[in-house]
């Protein structure tokens, strides 16, 4: 990623300069109640030429963790940059939040529509928007997500493997995990690495919860990598990492032999060995009780926290060979 030399950046159609602060708009279609829905675009620029840093969140409505991110980020004044311009979208999916709901009221997954079309569905064109009127000037995003269907991701960066650029970045983020994961067909991530621009995306808790420690882990590896950029105001300090990130290039899903009740007895970041006993699937009648255990031995990444599973259903992400 090189320095952008840009006295001014394009963003919604509007002119932002060196020095300036703007908030712009980012509005696609009125409720159906004809309300219209602004979300805002928190634009800070110094006066200084560096990096344009797009932060975002709430690409699924129900990822409310990723919201709450940005949230601090503003709130505390990070998005203030030593150089260079950060770019706040704090809610994507606005539709999709109003109502917790992973989708747009279309049905559609704004992450299966990229890069959009300005006359497709309403997902569509807010892809559409995003890929045209908001990243052109952009030159690395972080994206913040959680994990879906009442499973709670322990924190993790997700990138492609064979990028150095992106494993440097990875590593000074320092989440506690570093996934290598492939570009999803028409997602986000797949239409940014497409037109050049590196991201991170970040993992971490459930949707529909907010988790103070997921939070916390997100905003220091913001912080670190905004200090590395060279962006980080001074007078944020930025906490030494203790342990460097574990870097996985597989994992499998652990599934649900029975359905049934179904309590983990292990959380997310343990290491764990191959015959562990994970949880429990117990019938709502007292008759039996089946435990769970490791198939192999390797990190927990993701807990199905789900009281009740059946057959086939996900309950526990395992690492099963590491970088």
């Excluded at 882990?217 to 590395?228: C, F, S, Y």
């Excluded at 709502?284 to 192999?296: C, L, Q, S």
Aim: one cysteine or more.
């Amino acid at each position: 990623m090189t320095d952008s030399q840009k006295t001014s950046i394009h963003v919604l159609g509007k002119e932002i300069r060196e020095g300036e602060r703007c908030e712009l708009r980012f509005d696609v279609a009125n409720l159906h109640t004809s309300s219209s829905v602004d979300v805002p675009v928190i634009i800070e620029r110094s006066k200084k030429p560096g990096p344009v840093v797009l932060i975002t969140g709430g690409l699924h409505g129900d990822e409310v963790n990723g919201v709450e991110i940005v949230r601090q980020i503003i709130s505390l004044g990070i998005n203030k940059p030593k150089r260079g311009t950060i770019i706040c979208l704090p809610v994507i999916n606005v539709f999709g939040f109003i109502n917790l709901t992973r989708e747009f009221p279309d049905g559609r997954d704004l992450n299966r529509v990229f890069p959009g079309t300005k006359k497709g569905s309403l997902a569509s064109r807010v892809a559409y928007k995003l890929v045209n009127e908001v990243i052109p000037d952009v030159d690395f995003i972080m994206d913040f997500h959680t994990g879906g269907a009442g499973r709670f991701n322990a924190p993790q960066i997700r990138i492609v493997k064979n990028d150095p650029e992106l494993d440097h970045l990875a590593q000074v983020f320092n989440a506690p995990f570093v996934l290598y994961s492939k570009n999803i067909k028409k997602s986000f991530r797949n239409v940014t690495s497409k037109l050049g621009i590196p991201m991170l995306l970040f993992e971490g808790g459930k949707s529909n919860h907010i988790d103070p420690q997921i939070s916390a882990t997100a905003v220091e590896g913001i912080k670190r990598t905004l200090k590395h950029l060279d962006m980080l105001s001074t007078k944020f300090k930025v906490t030494r990492p203790r342990k460097k990130p574990v870097f996985i290039l597989t994992s499998r899903w652990q599934r649900a032999n029975f359905s049934g009740m179904f309590k983990a007895i292990i959380t997310v970041n343990s290491l764990v060995s191959k015959g562990d006993v994970l949880g429990h699937i117990t019938d709502p009648y007292g008759k039996f009780i089946h435990p769970v255990k490791a198939f192999n031995s390797g990190y927990i990444i993701n807990v199905n926290e789900s009281p009740i599973v059946y057959q086939g259903d996900a309950l526990f992400h395992i690492t099963t060979k590491l970088k």
